[in-house]
């Protein structure tokens, strides 16, 4: 009777101890569970943080792609920056053909020039004067740079 009481004892010892066991079990599957609940939702939060960011990254991709194509069309070529530079240096008016002579570029392409710096309002016709019949002078149409164009050469030309 002794060896069933002590095996009694034994046995709802262990069980007892076993029954504590799932229960702690139990108890940490919980936090378990809620601790991934938790880091679920931060997951999420942080996911959509990162959609928001990526959003924001093509906007202001877009924007500097705009900037770059601008400024690469506000960009004058060559010859027009020598002729923006030489209107800047003199601070003087003076003819078209004049001008084309002394920078040696031909009286069609320096017109071409002209268009393009007029259209931008970067040089401006500054006055004409009519010629004399008695003289045989033609007279002539004057060009000045325009403060846009002494702008555009302080900012963008070495002088």
């Known amino acids: 009777m002794l060896a069933m009481l ?6 709802h010892g262990s069980s007892t101890i076993l029954k504590e066991r799932l229960e702690l079990f139990s108890d940490k599957y919980t936090m378990l569970e ?4 938790h880091l679920s939702e931060r997951n ?5 943080k990162l959609d928001k960011a990526k959003e924001e990254i093509n906007r202001l991709n877009e924007i500097i792609e705009a900037n770059a194509i601008s400024q690469s069309q506000d960009k004058l070529d060559e010859v027009q920056e020598k002729i923006l530079q030489f209107l800047f ?3 003087d008016e ?3 053909d004049q001008l084309a002579r002394i920078l040696d570029i031909e009286p ?5 020039h ?21 003289t045989g002078s033609a007279g002539g149409v004057f060009h000045a740079i325009t403060p ?4 555009y050469v302080v900012e963008n030309v070495r002088t």
């Open 148 to 151: 846009d164009g002494r702008k």
């Open 94 to 96: 003076i003819e078209k």
């Open 108 to 112: 069609g392409v320096m017109s071409y």
């Open 6 to 11: 002590e095996k009694l004892i034994n046995e």
């Open 89 to 91: 240096k003199e601070d």
């Open 44 to 48: 999420e939060e942080l996911e959509s």
């Open 114 to 134: 002209f268009d393009v710096l007029e259209e931008k309002d970067l040089i401006c016709v500054s006055s004409m004067q009519m010629g004399n019949p008695m």
């Open 34 to 37: 809620e601790k991934n609940k």
